[in-house]
């Protein structure tokens, strides 16, 4: 019984000491040896232990003397060089795991969808990527987190003095970068899990156990070839993709004249542009027109791309929930070719849209020239 307790307050206080290993194995040495020699003077293990203290006494004890401001930025640059790569290997790690569930997932969805013959879209364009990559930031942070605590523990401070320094500093660091500076597709739920995403760090440092530590490398070498399953299982659920939904010729894909204006030209009748369509130049979107050879424009002003939120259920319908375009930019001519640009990125309440050619008529009615399609996009910047 007394080796039981010896051996317990042993392990308590290698736990505890803020050494490094060389030098934690000589003090539980001496400090073995002290309990050996007063039981062998016919004192009692746990009155020996009592006036040594616990554990966490005599660490602190045994590590005051060397207690030194300059050890502590010592080891809070040390922490910080410490948390790097196992942040890396916790960001890859968590990310080839995603990917697996992810692509696992799709596959078995898609043939589920195609037994059952319903209709069914897995969309993650756009803030839901975000959240995802959320998800490996924060298993990243943990991993950081876990290994900073290790490293400034080094510096001759006890661990339950370290962990709230680490937490505090560490989660108020990458809250700022995460919720402030980031600038990522967002929505509802990218925006929580990025706020959220710090607080791996401070689980980490509280947590270390949470998750088992084990030799790394191997590790991310067999999960980076699962992905060859799912892929296989989304390539064969996929293989034999039905027809794309049209919308049917009598469907008003405005929605109502009234949601953009009346036609300059009855589009029963004529066709002022030969051409329409759109592209992504990076920054922004693109709207290009080319007017027919026997179009005109006179009396007309104010030429404008317009942006309008289009219908999640039919994205060839404008959304009668909104009577205003959310972008708009001015048109430049070039003989027959109109062109514009609009910043689709900048209002977190879009999710699809659809591109309008208007101008202000002699009576200063806007005018619906025509369309250039729509597209998908996802409110990006910071949370």
Known sequence: MPDESRDRYLAALDRLLPFPRERRAEILEEINAHLEDSVEDRLTESGVQARLGSPADLAGALARPEQSVGRVFAAAGAGVRASIFPWIYGYLFASLMIFVAFFLTAGMVQLAVRALSVDFVLNTYGGWNSAI??????????????????????????????????????????????????????????????????????????RPDLFRRRHEVPWMVIVGLLPLIPIGVLIAASAESGPIAEPADNVDWRHGPENVGPWWVDPTTAQPLATSSWSDVGHAIQGQ???????????????????????????????????????????????????????TTRDPDVNQWELMLTGVGPDGTRYVLGTAGGGNSAFTGSV
């Open 133 to 206: 990559t959320a998800l490996a930031i924060a298993f990243g942070l943990f991993h950081a987190g876990r290994a900073m605590t290790d490293a400034v523990v080094t510096g001759r401070r006890l661990r339950s003095e370290v962990r709230p320094w680490v937490a505090a500093i560490g989660t108020a660091l990458a809250a700022g970068v995460l919720v402030l500076l980031v600038d990522m597709p967002q929505n509802a739920a990218s925006a929580v899990a990025l706020t959220l995403a710090p607080a791996g760090l401070a689980l980490g440092a509280y």
């Open 289 to 343: 027109f080319t007017l027919e050879e026997s179009a005109s424009l006179a009396g007309l002003r104010d030429l404008r791309l317009e942006a309008w939120h289009s219908d999640l259920s039919a994205p060839w319908r404008l959304d009668d929930r909104y009577d205003q375009p959310f972008a708009t930019a001015p048109i430049r001519r070039n003989g027959a070719d109109l062109t514009g640009e609009v910043v």
